[in-house]
């Protein structure tokens, strides 16, 4: 289990981010379809630009929705939902109210694996969009700092927790899955956002 850490007024970590809701646990069947998932979905590691210069991503990566994405140089080709992630879409559709329409995967097979700061600020996303993140397998370190004040919110996503990102979530702090130097399992992202091809 993954409780919240505690502010020094006792409020549950991310209640001060009004742009944030978390619920830990919230996918109950979340190590079989973390089995599902990582090995029937066609994984790949492209190449990203960054500041111009060419990287490797550090993570594996896969695209489903209703049209192609691009960031950072890469553009993904729209693929069908696998069945067991399009029920999980549903499912957090519901939870949320929004009627996501894409999903990008992303596997941290070990802790070198990571994720760089940054926003899902993609025109095709929006103003203002939703994201909602389900993290399944071994927990990793999810940071968000905001942009003015450097203020850091943290947590240790993995086992069936969801994290929705609204408001001012992409417009005002960057997210992060910093590498991490301790032994550790694999992990499994499933961010769902409601996708606007162009």
Not at 82 to 91: G, N, S, T, Y
Not at 179 to 191: D, M, Q, Y
């Amino acid at each position: 289990m993954n409780p919240p850490t505690l502010f020094d007024d006792g409020t549950p970590e991310g209640a001060g981010l009004a742009c944030v809701r978390y619920v830990a646990g919230w996918l109950a069947e979340h190590e079989r379809v973390f089995d599902e998932l990582a090995a029937g979905i066609h994984w790949q590691q492209p190449i990203v630009t960054v500041f111009g210069r060419q990287h490797v991503t550090p993570r594996l990566t896969a695209w489903f929705g209703n049209g192609a994405y691009s960031y950072s140089g890469i553009t993904h080709p729209p693929a069908a939902f696998p069945a067991a992630l399009a029920d999980i879409r549903d499912r957090v559709a519901r939870e949320s109210g929004v009627p996501f329409t894409s999903c990008l995967a992303n596997l941290y097979r070990d802790g070198s694996d990571s994720m760089g700061a940054h926003a899902d600020n993609e025109p095709e996303l929006g103003d203002a969009p939703v994201i909602a993140s389900v993290s399944l397998g071994d927990r990793r370190r999810f940071v968000m700092a905001d942009i003015h004040t450097s203020a850091r919110f943290e947590w240790m996503l993995g086992g069936g927790d969801l994290l929705v990102m609204s408001g001012d979530s992409q417009s005002r702090y960057r997210h992060s899955v910093p590498k991490t130097a301790r032994p550790i399992a694999p992990r499994l992202n499933l961010t769902f956002r409601t996708f606007l091809p162009t």
